[in-house]
């Protein structure tokens, strides 16, 4: 695929699905490469979710470094750094969210979230999919269940199956959504406290992420069963 058909790919995807915002193109540079000439950086600090949510409704192409990250949680699980010891240990989750009954618990959930090796990034690209200047790793789309419904469809249709997913009501458009994909699976999240807190994504929204390399046959499916 060239550029052209990841952005003729991402205008389907808008039309076809009847999406209200654009797909978003996510790219994680590594550690040492240099940042693609002409993407702005962001102008000021945010959470990832914040900036997935800003870029599908503005139409901005940007790129971030650890620096911009404020949730490091979230930067940690893309190799921007590392996890801090408390989201690392369970604490954040059991003493200060008190969402689990142990730190145990917490620290179980916490050690299998897909996470990429520490300081292993330098920045993330972001842009929506249907302008984007450059080749992403994965395509994250922020929509309704039925939307969801007619991606797994459209993915399906060339080889049957099933889509296993897996996650946990924690750093969903982060790890789910982003790292996840990155590693050669669909990831579909429901959303976590942080991405429900601090964006305008709707409680009746949830997110899919497409590793790039799986995007020509879900693309092909889609033109196939493509509601009129």
Request: hydrophobic residues 35%; glycine residues 10%; contains cysteine.
């Amino acid at each position: 695929m060239d550029l052209k058909e990841i952005n003729d790919i991402g205008q389907e995807m808008v039309e076809c699905l009847k999406l209200e915002t654009s797909p978003v193109a996510v790219k994680l540079v590594p550690k040492g490469e240099e940042i693609p000439e002409g993407i702005k950086k962001a102008d000021e600090a945010m959470r990832h979710c914040q900036f997935m949510d800003r870029v599908r409704r503005s139409g901005e192409e940007l790129y971030a470094l650890g620096e911009d990250q404020m949730c490091k949680g979230g930067a940690g699980v893309m190799g921007l750094g590392a996890l801090p010891p408390k989201v690392a240990s369970g604490e954040f989750y059991y003493k200060g969210l008190k969402q689990f009954r142990t730190q145990e618990a917490a620290k179980l959930t916490i050690d299998m979230v897909p996470t990429l090796a520490p300081d292993t990034t330098e920045a993330v690209l972001y842009s929506p999919l249907e302008k984007t200047t450059f080749m992403p790793d994965v395509v994250v789309v922020i929509c309704n269940p039925k939307q969801i419904m007619l991606l797994t469809q459209a993915y399906m249709y060339k080889t049957g199956g099933r889509l296993e997913v897996s996650f946990a009501g924690k750093q969903s458009l982060c790890s789910d959504g982003v790292v996840q994909a990155k590693q050669g699976e669909i990831g579909v999240t429901v959303g976590c406290s942080g991405s429900r807190a601090y964006t305008e994504i709707s409680d009746e929204e949830m997110t899919m992420g497409i590793p790039i390399g799986l995007l020509p046959d879900l693309a092909a499916g889609l033109r196939e069963i493509c509601p009129n």
